[in-house]
């Protein structure tokens, strides 16, 4: 191994937040690309040689030119450095990172099962096309989502059909920044009775349309449950040859069931 160190360089790598000096100590994912700027085709001028996680790295490399790259999160930076033989370098690269955390819930500070909850991380107006682009999707939440120091658009699902809330949050670096984002939605629990025993009927079919006509949902089921934002729809049932259809609304916060009769 001392050969080894003393004809090759040794390159000692360690990644900061911006303004602090302690290094970070896991989490971090680093790739060591070879240069070569000789290479007839742009895919043949880098390649991956080395991968290692965790914080403080070292790597013992062939002199030659290099490029840097360390990943906490959703956050990243790159660096080039030109080693030379028997060169000993200890090199800091600085991530602009900060800390994003995520709940849901109903307006009036009603809590929401984690299990329904869901966001998307949006970088604004960072695609080509004007559009904002996706950084994160369905990120869980309560979890800690590193990510680089900026602004973001934040879209947040609570269930799988309409009920969708949006802010706009700024992750700080350095930071753990904690958010909270409310909606305004109830859940629905479907029912078509008997007219003579009250019981639900096995087997049916729903249909779920918004006040404007928009089908939101199917589903198939003695009970189904469905969470839907404040507003107006309506709902048809199918059992055998029958139809039957039922307008209602939800206000949010309010649990109901609507129930109609197989008369």
């Given at each position: ?6 004809s090759f360089?040794?390159?000692n790598?360690r990644?900061?937040?911006?303004g602090?000096?302690n290094?970070?100590?896991?989490g971090?994912?680093w790739?060591v690309?070879?240069?070569n700027?000789?290479a007839t085709h742009?895919s043949?001028?880098?390649?991956l040689?080395a991968l ?10 062939e002199p030659g030119?290099?490029?840097?790259h360390v990943a ?8 080039r450095?030109?080693l030379?033989k ?5 090199e ?9 955390k995520?709940m849901?819930?109903l307006?009036g500070d009603?809590?929401i099962?984690k299990?329904l909850?869901r966001?998307?991380?949006?970088a604004?107006?960072s695609?080509a ?17 590193r990510?680089n120091?900026d602004r973001?658009?934040v879209?947040a699902?609570?269930g799988?059909?309409?009920v969708v809330?949006?802010?706009?949050i700024?992750?700080?670096p350095?930071?753990l920044?904690?958010?909270?984002i ?14 003579r025993s ?13 006040k404007?006509g928009?089908?939101l ?8 449950v469905?969470?839907?934002?404040e507003g107006?729809y309506?709902?048809?049932?199918r ?7 039922r307008?209602f609304s ?5 649990d109901?069931?609507?129930i109609?009769?197989a008369?």
């Amino acid at each position: 191994m001392a050969s080894l160190r003393n004809s090759f360089t040794v390159l000692n790598l360690r990644a900061c937040v911006v303004g602090e000096t302690n290094p970070i100590v896991s989490g971090l994912v680093w790739r060591v690309l070879r240069e070569n700027l000789k290479a007839t085709h742009f895919s043949e001028r880098l390649q991956l040689i080395a991968l290692s996680s965790g914080g403080v790295v070292e790597f013992i490399l062939e002199p030659g030119l290099y490029l840097v790259h360390v990943a906490y999160g959703f956050s990243h930076v790159g660096a080039r450095f030109n080693l030379a033989k028997e060169d000993r370098r200890t090199e800091t690269l600085y991530l602009n990172v900060g800390g994003l955390k995520l709940m849901s819930r109903l307006v009036g500070d009603k809590p929401i099962p984690k299990s329904l909850m869901r966001f998307d991380i949006l970088a604004l107006y960072s695609d080509a096309s004007g559009e904002d682009k996706v950084i994160v999707s369905n990120a869980e939440p309560a979890k800690i989502i590193r990510l680089n120091a900026d602004r973001y658009r934040v879209v947040a699902h609570y269930g799988d059909i309409n009920v969708v809330s949006r802010a706009e949050i700024h992750v700080r670096p350095g930071k753990l920044t904690e958010a909270t984002i409310y909606h305004k939605a109830a859940k629905v629990t479907l029912k078509l009775v008997s007219s003579r025993s009250r019981a639900a009927l096995a087997n049916v079919s729903w249909q779920l349309f918004s006040k404007t006509g928009e089908e939101l949902k199917k589903v198939v089921g003695a009970y189904p449950v469905v969470i839907l934002s404040e507003g107006g729809y309506t709902v048809v049932a199918r059992h055998r040859a029958d139809v039957y259809r039922r307008s209602f609304s939800v206000e949010s916060g309010y649990d109901q069931s609507i129930i109609i009769k197989a008369e």
